[in-house]
């Protein structure tokens, strides 16, 4: 038997879920909280195979509940169940450690299968959330060079490409001369560049700063 765990602010949601997974005869309903402070503690007292968690809630939301959750008991398995797809919801919710992603609008035995299928060891997510995280996994493995500068070796790139020599950018950020020069040395190495000019030509190139 797959032990569930709803935590939803809406009572009718609560109840509609839980009477559509009360006839299923692999699932049941062990408990439920409308906020996810409370959910916290029932999750916590309870320990069921999953969690169905809202995201927008009063007094904790969803993602904060799933942090806390997650971060007190990694092994929990979190299924989002929500309204919301926007980005501002669903990266934060997946980071939180959320394993599924259904809308309120799928069909309740999509839900019932989302459950077992994330209860065995798998992840259901709706198409557009799967796009969205393929996009940022693409996003994220095209990195450009200029991504592992620092912020430090950033400014120090703009006073080059303004033509400042070492000791101009020693003065202008009150550093000394030997830490501007391990700068430029850094910015050099992680621009794959042999010199200072082929490190400003790519700043330009690369829209780093804007060519006078």
């Known amino acids: 038997m797959i032990k569930v ?5 809406h009572e009718m949601v609560r109840m509609g879920v839980s009477t559509y997974l009360s006839t299923q005869n692999d699932i049941e309903v062990v408990g439920q909280a409308s906020n996810g402070k409370e959910g916290i503690e029932l999750v916590l007292n309870t320990k069921p195979d999953i969690i ?11 993602i904060e509940a799933t942090k806390q959750i997650i971060a007190k008991w990694p092994d929990a398995k979190i299924i989002i169940v929500t309204s919301f797809i926007d980005d501002e919801n669903v990266y934060p919710a ?41 996009n940022r996994m693409r996003k994220s493995s095209h990195r450009e060079l200029h991504d592992d500068l620092t912020a430090r070796e950033q400014e120090v790139l703009h006073l080059m490409t303004e033509g400042k020599s070492n000791q101009e950018i020693a003065d202008t950020l009150f550093v000394s001369l030997k830490t501007v020069k391990t700068h430029v040395s850094n910015i050099l190495t992680k621009l794959e560049v042999v010199d200072r000019t082929q490190a400003v030509i790519y ?9 006078k």
């Open 5 to 9: 765990v709803l935590v939803d602010d």
């Open 203 to 211: 700043a330009f190139r690369h829209g780093i700063v804007e060519q």
């Open 94 to 134: 997946i980071d939180a450690g959320a394993i599924s992603y259904m809308l309120k609008t799928s069909r309740a035995s999509d839900i019932a299968n989302a459950i077992r299928t994330t209860h065995n060891g798998g992840s259901v997510l709706e198409p557009v959330v799967t796009g969205k995280m393929m």
């Open 52 to 62: 169905l968690m809202d995201l927008v809630m009063e007094v904790m939301d969803g």
